[in-house]
């Protein structure tokens, strides 16, 4: 209790909770911008964290991190433009939502859901650091290879009912992702001549290009648009409130979400993306009506956003417990920590309690916080929707080529984004799904590592993915879930397909 209060004492003063909302507001807005990102601006923030107390200056990256894996949900939902990578997730429902008139219905839903997942990978960091840490030391390469495989297997339930052109796209996305320089090996592969793919094509060229420039090529070719809705849009309208039948479907998909959403943020190289995609995938899976999912089944914004943000404290379990970082941007606060002399590791909290009791307030407060200042913000963030098409996708196009410059500092990746932005184009006018794309892309250095590596652990048998019993697990769920899709595309097709006429008198 004494170490508890005193938590309290260094959490509740006007300088941390001033940075706490500082730190939320800036990630907003830099998660909502398409281009920018959150390991930029904690990046950015870093050194200014230096000159703060201990808490104070991680209160403000924390807040970045929580509110920019959230700001990311908001352009998603209004104008089909992810804002993080893992937001794009969020888009295929969250979008067609708004498309319908219903953008603060998904507003909210993706609010709240990224508050109750925080919530739940709040006490699981506070309850449950040092188990989970066991656990996630427990994943090796061979188990990190069967969860890529598992996740894989979304590519067929996000192909929307053409699964030859769904496993097409994933195809092309694995293909892209194995260009620039050899994760083992370090020799240059698939360069073209090019010293700028050394390092292989930029997510976030990818994600920008594939969703908002081939959004915008998409409104040229139609005639101007009006606003979606004329005059102001009241969020206490029916259509843009959640109904008890929208927290019927979606309460039991945040409740599972967010708990895988922990642990795979728990275990370092994962991160936000895979577990959106995967826990979308999951629902879509388990649902009875899977055709609802891309047309605005608030369920399906429900898993991809408390999927993403159950990442967030989870990354700090291996950080705080090991002294392993568990995605890019707790890999920056590692600086953080070090310059104010506090050693990730077991005996941060032997030796450093009182930090570790504020750490825990900060990071529940964070969140408590971030739901004030989300909801504070909804009514300005959904008058989006009254933008005419003809200012908004022009600066779209611009915010989206400052950011991808302003990130990679590099021209190629800004033609690069525009090159992906046709391949975006072409794939929405032949009816190819774009989803699979960004999971083979997201999933091959996955994959192809683990199983590398693991080939050399077991001098090249394939074996030990099946010897080692959380490597067999998840490729048994692979498999389950493959004859899944697999029944459900063969009903489909036989739904659809017209029964030949009977001749007259039998």
Not at 471 to 496: D, M, P, Q, T, Y
């Amino acid at each position: 209790m004494d170490l508890l209060f005193a938590g309290l004492e260094q959490v509740f003063t006007v300088e941390t909770l001033s940075l706490i909302a500082i730190g939320l507001i800036v990630g907003i807005i830099i998660g909502a911008i398409p281009g920018l990102n959150v390991p930029l601006a904690v990046a950015i923030a870093l050194p200014i964290t230096f000159k703060l107390s201990p808490i104070g200056g991680l209160a403000m990256l924390v807040g970045i991190y929580k509110g920019g894996t959230y700001g990311g949900s908001l352009s998603a939902v209004l104008i089909n433009v992810p804002g993080t990578p893992a937001a794009a997730a969020t888009a295929l429902d969250g979008a067609a939502l708004t498309r319908q008139g219903k953008a603060g219905k998904a507003l909210r839903m993706s609010l709240y859901a990224s508050i109750i997942a925080e919530v739940i990978s709040d006490l699981a960091l506070i309850l449950f650091a040092v188990p989970v840490a066991a656990f996630a030391l427990k994943i090796g390469p061979p188990e990190t290879f069967s969860v890529g495989v598992f996740a894989l297997t979304l590519v067929g339930v996000l192909s929307q009912g053409n699964m030859l052109k769904g496993v097409m796209a994933g195809a092309l996305g694995l293909l892209l992702s194995t260009f620039g320089v050899d994760p083992l090996t370090g020799d240059f592969r698939l360069t073209l001549g090019f010293d700028a793919l050394s390092g292989g094509w930029s997510f976030i060229a990818l994600v920008i290009g594939v969703f908002a420039v081939a959004e915008a090529l998409v409104k040229v070719e139609r005639p101007l648009e009006k606003p979606m809705a004329m005059g102001t849009v009241r969020l206490s309208d029916p259509d843009h409130r959640l109904s008890r039948d929208d927290w019927r479907r979606s309460l039991p998909v945040i409740t599972r979400s967010a708990p895988i959403g922990v642990l795979i943020g728990a275990i370092p190289g994962l991160g936000a993306a895979v577990s959106a995609y995967l826990n979308y995938g999951i629902t879509r899976n388990l649902s009875k009506t899977p055709e609802r999912f891309g047309q605005g089944a608030i369920e399906g914004v429900a898993a991809a956003e408390s999927g993403n943000n159950a990442v967030t404290s989870a990354t700090f379990v291996p950080l705080l417990t090991l002294g392993v970082p568990g995605d890019v941007i707790t890999a920056i606060m590692l600086g953080a920590f070090i310059v104010h002399g506090l050693i990730p590791g077991p005996a941060l909290f032997e030796q450093n309690s009182a930090f570790i009791a504020a750490f825990f307030v900060m990071v529940v407060v964070t969140t408590g916080l971030h739901l004030i200042i989300g909801r504070l913000g909804m009514p300005l963030f959904v008058q989006t929707t009254r933008i005419s098409n003809k200012f908004l996708f022009p600066a779209i196009m611009v915010l989206s080529v400052t950011g991808v410059y302003v990130t990679t500092n590099s021209f190629f990746d800004v033609f690069t984004m525009l090159g992906f932005g046709l391949l975006g184009y072409f794939m929405i006018k032949c009816s190819f799904p774009v989803a699979p794309l960004l999971i083979g892309f997201i999933l091959g250095p996955l994959i192809e590592i683990g199983l590398r590596q693991s080939v050399i652990m077991s001098r090249g048998s394939f074996d030990i993915f099946l010897t080692r019993p959380l490597s067999a697990a998840f490729l048994a769920l692979a498999a389950v879930s493959v004859v899944i899709v697999g029944v459900r595309e063969w009903r489909l097709a036989r739904r659809n397909t017209p029964n030949p006429k009977t001749p007259e008198g039998d």
